[in-house]
Each structure stands twice: as structure tokens, then as C-alpha cells.
């Protein structure tokens, strides 16, 4: 059965490339302001983790390299949405974001099912 197996490696692949999974963290600075590109594509940010200090600020800019419409949306670690901006195929836009507190803030694409097939991302804020 080795078509058999085949079919299931691929699938294997390919639902851990689709489901959003956490790259390796990129760390920043502790300066008060970093500036990161992110690729957004179907259906996934590049690079989608980030590490950075509490009282900095970050500078995304989101780069939709593809022919559909994207969004980015970040929330703080209570829930609350901080920014959220759609990026229209093929352009790009600046979006600056204040990390005041230390936890987890998540960061997606809002639009239908894409946070599902793996438009997600995580900015973790550490104690300096
Ligand atoms: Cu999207």
C-alpha cells in the first residue's frame, strides 16, 4: 500500500502547513520601536511570530502578495481589538501597535474562514 502511505504523508503535510501553526519566534529588540514585513498570502502571515518587550512599539508592514483581499487584526491579552485593517491584492499598508503589557497578543485575518485555513500569528511581549 504504498500509494496508501504516500496519500497520507501528503495529507499530513499539508495540514500542518494549513492550520496556522506557529513559525519559530522572531525575537526584536528591546528599542522603543521595531519595523517588521510580514507576507500575507492564502492563507497564511510570513513570518507569523514575533517576540518583542514590554513598553515597545511595532511597526508592521503588510505586504498581501496575493491576489485576494487581507486583513490584519491584532488584540491585546484581554480580548481587545487593538488595530484592524484590511490590505487590499497586491498592496501594501503601515500599521504601527503599542505593546504596553506583557502577554499574548494575537493577530489575524478576519475575513470569512481565513483565520481557520491558518491567517494567524501571535506577538508575545516579555518583561524587559
Ligand atoms: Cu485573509
Known sequence: MKIGVACLVLALT???TACGKLQKP?????????????????????????????????VFT???????????????PNGRVLQSIDVEPQKSVKVKVDFPHIGKYPFYCNRMFHKTMGMEGLVEVVAR
Do not use: C, W
Open 14 to 16: 499539508l495540514s500542518a
Open 26 to 58: 522572531i525575537p526584536l529588540s528591546a528599542r522603543q520601536e521595531a519595523m517588521v514585513t510580514v507576507e500575507a498570502s492564502n492563507f497564511k502571515f510570513v513570518p507569523n511570530h514575533f517576540q518583542t518587550y514590554q513598553g515597545t512599539s511595532i
Open 62 to 76: 503588510i505586504q498581501n502578495i496575493s491576489g485576494s483581499k487581507h486583513n490584519f487584526t491584532i488584540k491585546d
